[in-house]
């Protein structure tokens, strides 16, 4: 069995300590909820970085993904792009490069102190030449040279199988396939005639994952890619396989969690994120998104933290970062930045959302004080942004209200007529 599970089965490991210091959260519910599967803690054994629990009683997380492509090519910009992120405040990353020396720029990513994620199939397909060409061999010693490296969890769309695929067939879609390693599974399968070797061999896979440590992404491969796909078969096919797969990864003692759900409405958001849950048994659920608008094209970050947040509200625990930049073009470093910082306000909210008690939400008492007294130097410590917060007050002059009030501020004409409310006291 995975080690760290076997260890959560038996005992309260330090890890469990490490991460119910940094949550807030009991030692010993940290090891209960491990043990169970709600909990991840991307950690390969072969490298160090600072730990990043997902799932229950933790405070969501968000994961921003760098990487090249075949058209755009330059590693030094990507790792300046994981840096920038991580200076955001991003939580892990994700290594989505397609181009260029992959090995390399892949060792470079996992230099950083931060969990590293990749998704494996997209150099088998380099490798290979092409998604029909893929064969079983291939992907899985390209799955074991990743986690040999040091990767901490893998995006494996292990639900992207026949029967998945028939559901595309039988209920089609505007957008059919726009999942990139959804793409390359349906391809393998089309053209080969064969089954998903991720799905086919998936006690395999786990024994391989199991034996590195590594956290399985039970990928979105079915994902819609717009509003009107949202409510097609093939989605729902996809959810019910993740279920069972899930549930045999955890029997295997490999640590997972789930990926979903694409282009949907706003009012679906909930029931979807429930739906997946219910399934997995609260796995640890980790979204893009979801987008509950097609026509924000260069605002998609704004739409991805709206339904990020309605997510998070209803059991999401790990957001992946949009960029400004999403369906447009390779994301720049401003990008990044301003995706990042999107995101983090999504999980923020999400957080203050899922423990309305906790740390998050004092510090939301500190700043309603702050502002009561017009406190700009604490106002700036506890903005989650506090250098752009500072930039923004500071333009037109060191003053003591904000230049839009100016001398007709409603907390100095109204202030000292009504008495302060007493901040209450919150538990962690």
């Known amino acids: 069995m995975h080690g760290l599970i076997e260890e959560c089965l038996r005992s309260v490991p330090e890890v469990a300590h490490v991460i119910a210091r940094d949550e807030g959260l009991v030692p010993r519910r940290v090891a209960r909820a491990i043990a169970r599967g709600r909990i991840v ?7 160090e ?13 968000v994961n921003v993904n760098i990487g090249t492509s075949g058209t755009l090519c330059d ?10 992120a991580l200076a955001e405040g991003a939580d892990a990353l994700m290594d989505l490069s397609t181009g260029g020396d992959l090995p390399a720029i892949r060792s470079s990513i996992l230099a950083l102190d931060a969990p590293v994620g990749t998704v494996p199939i997209y150099e088998a397909v380099r490798r290979a030449g092409n ?19 040091g990767v901490d969890f893998l995006t494996l769309h292990c639900g992207v199988n026949r029967e998945a695929y028939a559901a595309l067939v039988d209920d089609p879609r505007v957008m059919g396939v726009v999942s990139r390693g959804g793409a390359f599974h349906t391809v393998m399968m089309a053209e080969r005639g064969e089954e998903n070797p991720l799905y086919s061999e998936f006690d395999y896979l786990c024994e391989l994952l199991a034996e590195h ?26 959810y019910l396989t993740l279920g069972r797969l899930a549930k045999r990864a955890l029997s295997a003692g490999v640590e997972r969690m789930i990926e979903g759900p694409g282009h949907i409405p706003l009012e679906q958001v909930g029931y979807n994120v429930r739906m997946l849950k219910e399934l997995t048994d609260d796995a640890p659920l980790y979204l893009l998104g979801p987008l509950v608008t097609d026509l924000a094209a260069g605002y998609d970050h704004v739409v991805a933290a709206i339904g990020g947040a309605v997510a998070c509200q209803n059991g999401a625990d790990f957001l992946c970062m949009v960029s400004p930049a999403e369906h447009l073009a390779l994301p720049d470093r401003q990008d990044i930045v301003e995706g990042t910082r999107v995101a983090r306000l999504a999980a923020h ?3 203050l959302s899922r423990r309305p008690d906790g740390g998050a939400a004092r510090r939301e008492d500190a700043m309603g004080q702050a502002r009561r007294r017009l406190d700009w130097d604490e106002q700036f410590r506890l903005a989650l942004f506090p250098e752009h917060a500072r930039r923004i007050h ?35």
């Open 131 to 149: 998604a029909a060409d893929v064969d079983a061999d291939l992907l899985f010693r390209v799955i074991r040279e990743h986690c040999r490296d």
């Open 213 to 238: 440590g590594v956290v399985a992404s039970l990928g979105d491969g079915m994902r819609p890619g717009s509003r009107s796909d949202a409510e097609r078969l093939a989605k729902a096919t996809e």
């Open 75 to 84: 590693p030094a910009e990507e790792l300046e792009k994981a840096r920038a």
């Open 349 to 351: 909210v999400g957080t």
């Open 49 to 61: 970085h600072r730990l990043c629990a997902v799932g229950e009683g933790c405070r969501v997380k």
């Open 41 to 47: 803690v991307p950690a390969n054994p072969r490298r």
């Open 394 to 428: 500071e333009r037109d002059g060191a003053l003591e209200t904000c230049s839009m009030c100016g001398d007709l501020c409603a907390l100095k004409l109204a202030g000292d007529l009504l008495p302060p409310r007493e901040s209450e006291d919150r538990d962690a």
